[in-house]
């Protein structure tokens, strides 16, 4: 692969992955008893919890005459369109009363179903399984179970912090991605005192291994030039910090840092809401500084200015990307944004096809770029 490569093949193309979990809203949003919108792949729903305190997650529609189901009542087990007053079940999304009809029509009313998805709530994320669209015109039936849970951040031993933030993002998923996991852009768009500057850059070195439907930065040494590392190891008292990342199909970061018996993970997200908006979500646990004055809030500070220079940078960006410009990936920087194309395809290619997805990653690789 030369050291330049034009667009052909590698840059965005909006296609959203189905078939997978997406965080939906931050839990503290939803309150139980009542309705809520949000949209996730450019499908429409209605969340809420039922009585009990369970996430339920219907497509935001009736299945009636498209009168958003939002609009309508909610007692707790069921929704009621405010249209012509047809009730559906919170977590089936099968109908169970349409005021209309009189007792010598013949219409199967548990047959009717508002479309439904399998919700979970925890991480402070209510999370929605969103399956493959039905063919148009099909409408719905009962939802799709799906095979796997709903990600979850990686925690050890012992109590922890936990904290969440968010960010729109007014571009496609694919350049929200590429743009979380690219490595070259740190020293020029997360510039501070606190954190390192442009006159740090030096030339670095990963290793990349691949992993189940994604591709592991192998446990390595936090970069030197970076402040809080450096603090950490002094709080810390350990002989070595490790860092590693994941990424993971459609859309996961894990980012997991240990230091003896201190540690801090996260979960990030890039939400595809439709094709030219996506959101960031960052979940964080840790039980680094949980015994210093104001620990807490200041890792809480640190994230939030990232994910706030990573949102500003975006909307820049979005500009340029108006007017259709010719874009590249180069080598060795942008090789994880290539493999993650090449993961898409090769997902997308084992639906089609219905065969095993063929990783595009044959084994180790060892990465050096300058940052």
């Known amino acids: 692969m030369g050291e330049l490569e034009t667009s052909t093949g590698q840059t965005p193309d909006s296609l959203m992955l189905h078939g997978f979990w997406y965080r939906a809203l931050p839990g503290g949003q939803v309150s139980r008893n009542r309705l809520h919108k949000a949209m996730l792949l450019e499908t429409p729903l209605v969340i809420g919890l039922d009585r009990s305190g369970k996430p339920f997650a219907l497509r935001d529609a009736c299945p009636h005459r498209g009168m958003p189901l939002s609009c309508g009542r909610f007692d707790g087990l069921q929704l009621e369109c405010s249209y012509h007053g047809w009730k559906f079940d919170a977590h089936s999304g099968q109908c169970r009363l349409i005021p209309s009809l009189i007792s010598d029509q013949p219409l199967k009313v548990d047959r009717i179903y508002a479309g439904s998805y399998p919700c979970e709530e925890h991480d402070d994320y209510i999370w929605v399984f969103i399956p493959e669209p039905p063919p148009p015109g099909a409408g719905?039936?009962?939802?799709?179970?799906?095979?796997?849970?709903?990600?979850?951040?990686?925690?050890?031993?012992?109590?922890?912090?936990?904290?969440h933030l968010t960010a729109d993002l007014p571009c496609s998923v694919d350049h929200g991605i590429i743009g979380l996991m690219d490595p070259a852009h740190?020293?020029?768009?997360?510039?501070?005192?606190?954190w390192r500057s442009r006159h740090s850059i030096h030339e670095k070195q990963k290793n990349f291994e691949p992993i189940p439907m994604g591709f592991?930065?192998?446990?390595?040494?936090?970069?030197?030039?970076?402040?809080?590392?450096?603090?950490?190891?002094?709080?810390a008292d350990a002989d070595s910090i490790t860092t590693t990342i994941d990424f993971v199909l459609p859309n996961l970061r894990v980012e997991t840092i240990r230091a003896g018996k201190y540690w801090f993970s996260s979960l990030t997200t890039v939400t595809p809401i439709t094709r030219?908006?996506?959101?960031?979500?960052?979940?964080?646990?840790?039980?680094?500084?949980?015994?210093?004055?104001?620990?807490?809030?200041?890792?809480?500070?640190?994230?939030?200015?990232f994910v706030e220079q990573d949102r500003q940078t975006m909307e820049d960006q979005s500009e340029g990307l108006k007017h259709n410009p010719h874009l590249m990936l180069i080598d060795d920087a942008d090789r994880p944004a290539k493999w993650y194309?090449?993961?898409k395809a090769a997902y997308l290619e084992s639906c089609r096809n219905g065969g095993e997805m063929r990783h595009p990653?044959?084994?180790p690789v060892t990465l050096k770029w300058r940052s």
């Not at 592991?216 to 709080?235: E, F």
């Open 341 to 343: 194309f090449q993961l």
């Open 140 to 163: 719905f039936s009962k939802a799709v179970v799906p095979s796997f849970p709903a990600p979850r951040v990686p925690t050890f031993e012992g109590k922890y912090e936990i904290a």
């Open 276 to 305: 030219s908006h996506c959101r960031i979500d960052v979940v964080a646990c840790w039980n680094i500084f949980r015994w210093v004055p104001f620990g807490p809030a200041l890792l809480k500070f640190v994230f939030a200015k």
């Open 361 to 363: 990653m044959t084994g």
């Open 186 to 194: 740190g020293p020029f768009v997360h510039q501070a005192w606190w």
């Open 216 to 235: 592991r930065m192998s446990a390595h040494t936090p970069s030197s030039n970076s402040a809080p590392y450096k603090l950490l190891r002094l709080y």
